[in-house]
């Protein structure tokens, strides 16, 4: 095609997938203002802090429970603002407490907002969203430890830690769940899903082994009025992803479009994850008792927060599709292939990181460089899906340090001016986690 088609067919190809993402991040910023404007939130994070007097195990819960729920239910820097200003007021000094809350968060990213992450990654390449969340899942399954590691080590700085079992306790609580759930069902649920199964079993086994200086405390009736969106939502998901008839009828209504030039998107709409989080937020408002129409409020204020990130998300698709089709994916992939070789999976991870660094989110990391990790692996000889999975994790692992969200969750605790302090508590890290998140991808793709 001329120069004005292909510039038509790659704005309609960028609008497009904005559109798709943006179908899910509308939903998902409406339920979390709308759980904020009617105290579910508050609910939901006392409830945990009420499991346990003991100062470190009410910081498992907050800033690795809470913060992965939030993460997989909305996303978008939410988990570093809403918990780190409740762990200040459980006692932490501000800085531990951003640096807590990023550390805790970090893991559930790569499944962020039901899944934002890995379905842009899905329209980029049309690999089936399974295959991409089992694999990136067991990345981090597999060093989730390492995470948890330095969450208690930060944690430690109070003087008092929980205890490695009950640290075990939760990130296999959280991990196990995560990696089920990724390998059954896809990408939509295994943050949230994980966060909240791990909660339970964690609240149910703090209730009958709680530490010894700890008094008896009866376990806090479950929020069910503050969980009900999120109940609906899982069951949504479950019913449109568990195998059979209607996942079958489902999956075949599908809108699709194509441009001269080789220019296309579909879309299946009764699977798409923003259509479940539309239905579970007005399906579990009418359950709280709350009217349709009060929900307007919410969706105004999620638009509004939305604009920026439209704005963002044009561009940087629109760079994205341009580089594709003018060769300059393909230019990139040559360099990498000549200049790194084989060992590129070595570095898959960190490019991932780099992304998420720069742009302050990890799908728009996955927008860039997904293309990219999918090209340079054809050319190595590798599977596609390995290096995506690659770049999704270590999109996820960047938010450590993305400062987009140091400078939210400072702002929230009065930490302006103090970014610095940390960003040097989450570097290491962040390079730690990705060397060796580096070295795995490197071990898969050689053996």
């Not at 390449?125 to 990136?136: D, H, Q, S, V």
């Amino acid at each position: 095609p001329g120069f004005a088609a292909s510039l038509i067919g790659v704005g309609a190809e960028s609008s497009w997938l904005a559109a798709t993402i943006l179908l899910i991040l509308l939903p998902a910023l409406a339920l979390h203002e709308h759980q904020m404007r009617i105290g579910a939130v508050d609910t939901l994070r006392l409830a945990l802090g009420r499991l346990s007097q003991h100062l470190p195990l009410q910081v498992l819960l907050v800033a690795w429970f809470a913060a992965l729920f939030f993460e997989g239910a909305a996303g978008f820097g939410t988990p570093v603002a809403l918990t780190a200003p409740l762990l200040v007021a459980l006692g932490l000094a501000p800085v531990q407490a951003v640096v807590l809350a990023l550390l805790g968060h970090a893991i559930g990213v790569s499944f962020g907002a039901l899944g934002t992450p890995v379905m842009a990654q899905v329209g980029l390449t049309g690999i089936a969203p399974l295959e991409i969340a089992w694999r990136t899942a067991a990345l981090h399954a597999s060093l989730g430890g390492l995470m948890m590691f330095f969450f208690v080590r930060a944690l430690a700085t109070l003087g008092a830690a929980p205890g490695w079992p009950w640290a075990a306790l939760a990130a296999a609580g959280f991990l196990l769940p995560y990696l089920l759930i990724a390998s059954m069902l896809g990408p939509e649920l295994p943050t949230l899903g994980g966060a909240l199964l791990g909660a339970l079993l964690f609240a149910m086994i703090l209730r009958y082994r709680r530490p010894r200086a700890e008094p008896s405390a009866t376990l806090p009736t479950l929020p069910w009025r503050a969980l009900a969106p999120y109940a609906v939502l899982v069951v949504l998901v479950l019913c449109t992803r568990t195998p059979g008839p209607l996942g079958q009828v489902l999956a075949g209504v599908e809108l699709s479009w194509q441009l001269p030039g080789d220019f296309k998107g579909s879309l299946q709409p009764l699977r798409h994850p923003g259509v479940m989080l539309l239905l579970a937020l007005l399906i579990g408002a009418r359950l709280q008792g709350v009217t349709l129409l009060s929900l307007a409020p919410a969706f105004v204020a999620a638009a509004r927060r939305l604009v920026p990130v439209t704005v963002a998300l044009l561009a940087m698709l629109g760079l994205s599709r341009l580089m594709l089709h003018a060769g300059m994916i393909d230019t990139l992939e040559q360099a990498a292939v000549s200049g790194i070789g084989q060992a590129w999976p070595l570095i898959a991870p960190a490019v991932g990181a780099l992304g998420s660094f720069v742009t302050g989110s990890a799908t728009a990391s996955n927008i860039l460089f997904t293309t990219l990790q999918a090209q340079t692996a054809e050319a190595l000889g590798l599977a596609p899906v390995l290096l995506v999975a690659a770049q999704c994790f270590g999109a996820a692992v960047g938010n450590i340090v993305c400062p987009h969200n140091v400078i939210a969750g400072a702002a929230t605790v009065g930490l302006a001016g103090r970014e610095g302090e940390v960003l040097r508590r989450t570097v290491g890290p962040c390079l730690i986690y990705l060397a060796c998140g580096g070295l795995l991808v490197s071990l898969i793709a050689n053996f």
